[in-house]
C-alpha cells in the first residue's frame, strides 16, 4: 500500500530537504504496509536511496521517524493551504469546511494512525498523536481575527481552536475504533449537524 503525500505548496526543496523527504515518504509508506513494529530503519534507508547511516544522523531513532512523519505528512500537509484559500470569515462555513477537509486527509491516513494505537503504550501514544501544532496555531489565529472583526465572543482563542480540534480528531477516532458503527450518519452529515451548534455558543 503506498500512501499519498505532497510536499507542501510545490515548493522548491534543496538537497537535505529532498533527502529527509525521502526517508519520511519511506517510512509513512513501510509503516503503513507493515507495521511499525516490523519495519527496519534499513529498510527505510534502502526504500529512501540513502544509507543507514544517514537515516540515524538526521533522525536518531526509527520512533524520531514516525514522530516527524506524524508532524509534518500526516498532519501538517496542506493545511496551510485549506486556510489561505478558503477562509471567508464567515464562521459557520469556515468551520465546517476545515472541518470536513482535516477528516478527509486522517482518513486517507488511518491506516497508519490505527497501527500508533495497536503498537503503542498509551503514554506513547498520546506523544505520537498530539494535535497538529500549525493547524491550531492557525486556528488560534483565525479566531483572534474574528473577535477584532467582533463575530467571535471574547473567549481565549487558544480554548476555542482546542475544542474545534476535540471534536474533529475525536469524531474521526470514534468513527475509527468502532468502524463507523458509532452512528448511521455520515461524517459529513456529523459535521453539518455539529458545527452549527458549536458556532451558536461563541457567535456574536
Known amino acids: 500500500m503506498k500512501v499519498e503525500t505532497c510536499i507542501n505548496g510545490g515548493e522548491s ?4 530537504e529532498i533527502t529527509r523527504y525521502n526517508i519520511l515518504k519511506a517510512g509513512l509508506d513501510l509503516f503503513s504496509e507493515k507495521g511499525y513494529n516490523s519495519v527496519t530503519t534499513k529498510e527505510i534507508a534502502k526504500a529512501a536511496g540513502v ?40 464562521l459557520e462555513r469556515d468551520l465546517t469546511y476545515i472541518a470536513k477537509k482535516y477528516n478527509e486527509y486522517l482518513d486517507r491516513n488511518k491506516k497508519i494512525i490505527m497501527i500508533i494505537f495497536k503498537e503503542f503504550h498509551m ?13 491550531k496555531e492557525l486556528l488560534v489565529e483565525y479566531f483572534k481575527k474574528m473577535q477584532e472583526m467582533g463575530k467571535v465572543k471574547e473567549e ?7 475544542n474545534f480540534l476535540i ?22 452529515e456529523c459535521i453539518d449537524h455539529m458545527i452549527p451548534i458549536y458556532v451558536k455558543g461563541y457567535e456574536v
Open 13 to 16: 526543496l534543496n538537497r537535505k
Open 51 to 90: 544509507n543507514e547511516v544517514t537515516v540515524f544522523r538526521r533522525f536518531g531513532n526509527k520512533k524520531n521517524i514516525l514522530e516527524n512523519i506524524l508532524e509534518e505528512l500526516v498532519f501538517k500537509v496542506a493545511v496551510e493551504e485549506v486556510f489561505h484559500k478558503t477562509v471567508s470569515y464567515d
Open 123 to 135: 503514554k506513547e501514544n498520546y506523544e505520537l498523536t498530539k494535535f497538529p501544532k500549525k493547524l
Open 156 to 162: 481565549n482563542p487558544e480554548l476555542l481552536a482546542a
Open 167 to 188: 471534536y474533529c480528531f475525536g469524531m474521526f477516532m470514534s468513527n475509527l475504533l468502532t468502524n463507523g458503527n458509532i452512528t448511521k450518519l455520515s461524517k459529513g
